[in-house]
C-alpha cells in the first residue's frame, strides 16, 4: 500500500507505522507480552465486552444467530445504556439534545494491531477454534474463549442481501478490502468519531452544538472492532442510500466530541427486533434510523481525485 495513496490519515499514520516498522517477532510472543500488561479484567473489558453496534451489524444480518438479551421489546423500558448511539433524521438539528453512549477505550489497553505477516499465518475460523483458543492459551469456558468464538462466528455469517464483508485482521487487509470496494484507482480517506476533550464519563446527555454536516460519500465501508485477542475490524458495505455526517457534541460535563454518524435511509429489511427499533420505539422501513460510531471504528469513504490535494 503505497502512503501517498493516503489523503487525511493524520490517524491512520500512527496504524501505518506500527505495520511497518513493527518488530519482527512472532505474533504469538507479542500478543502474550501485550495481554500480560494488562490485568485480566480490563482485558476483557476492553477486548472481549460485546460491542452494541456489532450487536446491530449481526442483527441486520440474521436475526435467529444474534443471541443478545435486550431485544425482548416487552422490556421497552429497560434499554441497555450501551444502546444509547441511535437516533432518527427527525433529530438532526442544532440544539437537539439527546442521551449517547460513547465506549472510550483506553487505546494501550487494547489488543495490538498486527502487521499481516504476523495475522495470516494465525488461524482465524471457526473450524480452527480449538486451535486458536490453544494457542491463546484461553480456557474454552473462559469469556476470552466465549469472544473469540463469538466473533469468528460474526465474521463467518452470511452477508445480507445486498451487503458485502470481510473481518480484517491485519491493516493491510483492511485497505485491500476498501480497495476492492472503490475499486483499485480511487483516492479514499478515513473518518472516526474523535473525542475533543478526556473523560470518564460514557454515558450523558449531549447537545448538536452546531447543524449536523453531511459528508458526501458515494460509497463507504465501515469497520468495527471486534472483540477478539489482537485486533479484528469487521468491515462491510451496503448498496441502498446512506448518509454519513459529522455532528459537534457537548456533553452536560462539557465533554467536546467530533461524532461521526450514519444514517441508513431504507430499514424495510432489517429485523423488526433490531435493537434500533426497540430504542427508538419505530418500525422497519419508516423513518431512517442513524447511529453513533465508536472512536475505534472506522469508516472509509472515497475521495474524488479533483479534491484530493496530494495528486
Ligand atoms: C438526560 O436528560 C434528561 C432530562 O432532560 C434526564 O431525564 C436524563 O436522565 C438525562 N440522561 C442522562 C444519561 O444523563
Same mark, same amino acid.
Request: charged content about 15%.
Given at each position: 500500500m503505497g502512503g501517498s495513496t493516503m489523503t487525511s490519515c493524520f490517524l491512520l499514520l500512527p496504524l501505518l507505522l506500527l505495520v511497518m516498522?513493527?518488530?519482527?517477532?512472532q505474533a504469538f510472543s507479542e500478543i502474550e507480552e501485550k495481554n500480560k500488561q494488562i490485568e485480566l479484567n480490563d482485558h476483557i473489558e476492553a477486548t472481549f465486552k460485546p460491542k452494541p453496534i456489532i450487536k446491530m451489524v449481526t442483527k441486520m444480518a440474521n436475526d435467529h444467530n444474534s443471541h443478545d %438479551?435486550?431485544?425482548?421489546?416487552? =422490556?421497552?423500558?429497560?434499554? #441497555?445504556?450501551?444502546?444509547?448511539v441511535f437516533f432518527t433524521i #427527525?433529530?438532526?438539528?442544532?440544539g437537539k439534545k439527546l442521551p449517547i453512549y460513547f465506549p472510550k477505550r483506553d487505546p494501550s489497553k487494547s489488543p495490538p494491531l498486527l502487521p499481516k505477516e504476523q495475522a495470516d499465518p494465525i488461524p482465524f475460523s471457526l473450524k480452527k477454534l480449538p486451535q486458536i483458543l490453544s494457542y491463546f492459551s484461553?480456557?474454552? #469456558?473462559?469469556p476470552q474463549a466465549q469472544a473469540v468464538k463469538e466473533t469468528l462466528e460474526q465474521c463467518e455469517l452470511k452477508p445480507i442481501k445486498g451487503e458485502t464483508k470481510f473481518c480484517a485482521t491485519s491493516m493491510e487487509s483492511m485497505v485491500n478490502f476498501v480497495r476492492t470496494a472503490f475499486g483499485p484507482k480511487t483516492h479514499y480517506e478515513v473518518l472516526t468519531t474523535s473525542h475533543l476533550t478526556k473523560s470518564n464519563v460514557h454515558l450523558q446527555n449531549y447537545t448538536f452544538i452546531e447543524a449536523p454536516k453531511e459528508i458526501a460519500a458515494p460509497r463507504l465501508v465501515a469497520c468495527h472492532t471486534m472483540p477478539y485477542a489482537y485486533a479484528v475490524y469487521y468491515c462491510h458495505y451496503q448498496e441502498g442510500d446512506n448518509n454519513v455526517l459529522k455532528i459537534q457534541l457537548e456533553g452536560e460535563n462539557g465533554d467536546r466530541v467530533e461524532a461521526l454518524a450514519i444514517c =441508513?435511509?431504507? %430499514?424495510?429489511?432489517?429485523?423488526?427486533?433490531?435493537?434500533s427499533f426497540q430504542v427508538l420505539k419505530i418500525q422497519p422501513g419508516t423513518i431512517p434510523v442513524c447511529h453513533f460510531f465508536p472512536a475505534d471504528d472506522f469508516v472509509w469513504i472515497p475521495v474524488p481525485t479533483s479534491n484530493s490535494k496530494l495528486y
Open positions: 516498522f513493527g518488530e519482527a517477532r %438479551t435486550h431485544s425482548s421489546s416487552s =422490556h421497552m423500558d429497560h434499554i #441497555n445504556p450501551l444502546l444509547r #427527525n433529530d438532526l438539528k442544532q484461553y480456557p474454552s #469456558n473462559s =441508513h435511509m431504507d %430499514t424495510s429489511q432489517w429485523s423488526p427486533s433490531h435493537p
